[in-house]
């Protein structure tokens, strides 16, 4: 496995790689038009069902892993999708990614107080960035009067965090193991939960319209299969240290995806505080060095966004 620096990778893996930002940051504001007609924990439950199809056909899933997996799928991604997509439902594409990337330091958090693992200054110094950066994006017009969605965003944010570090706890699976886990164990929760608080998901179903469709196709095979299938591609030819820098662009494409497409407010703060938390998040998840990364983003492939 080459160690050199990232400049050393083939300009063909740095494509691949760079696709999995993109297509993860790209699906908030494919799912954003959606929602305004769709309930949102049904379309993320028609989400993982049409990627558990498609993993299953890669993965073998050992059966000891099932139960484990599906406690892990409630937290990390049952409540997690319930709170962020009805926060998205409210809230523009960019602004939600930009949230979202709360993430980095509740991971951080939560390691240091659960699994005692020590925080470094640098650590602090990026938490601390990254929640300014949170505070402008929090106080600007297209957000006021919305603070309740920004919170179910946060608590969204809080349930990933959590959730992966219950990932570590299962032990040296496999990242697309785990990703195959969540998406078969997470979908039938995600129906009963829709059918729960969204009323008959039959209803929805068969009323939906191409669009929704397209929606769900784009996030259970383009956003979980192949971001996943490339991410999986340079993390296993590359240091994860080395391939880490590119999963910052993620709220970069949401953005100016909700900006090109949707046509999102972008104001100065906006762009202020989305670069103070990238930074932050940079920080975190980044130590000096080509090859290193901090022991919190090791888990980060599993994270079934």
Partial sequence: M?????????????????????SWGIGLVVAKPVLADFPPILLIALRFLVAAVLLLCLVRLPRRLLWPMARVAFVGATIQYAFTFYGLKYLDAGTTALIVQAEAPFLVLIAALWLREPMTARQWVGMAIAFVGLYLVSGQPQVLGTWWAVLLVLAGAFSW????????????????????????????QLFLVSWIVESDPIIHITNAGWQVWGAVMYLGVVMTVIGYGCWYHVLGKYSAGRVAPFLLLTPVSSVLGGYWLLNEQLTPITLVGG???????????????????????????????
């Fill in 2 to 22: 080459p160690r050199g620096g990232p400049t050393d990778m083939k300009t063909r893996d740095i494509f691949i790689a760079t696709v999995v930002p993109v």
């Fill in 161 to 188: 965090a959590l959730g992966q570090v219950m990932v570590r706890q299962l032990g040296d699976v496999g990242g697309l193991t785990i990703t195959a886990g969540l998406t078969v164990t997470a979908a039938p």
């Fill in 275 to 305: 670069f103070i938390i990238v930074s932050g998040v940079a920080l975190l998840a980044l130590e000096p060095g080509n090859d290193k990364v901090t022991k919190h983003n090791q888990t980060a492939p599993a994270n079934t966004r």
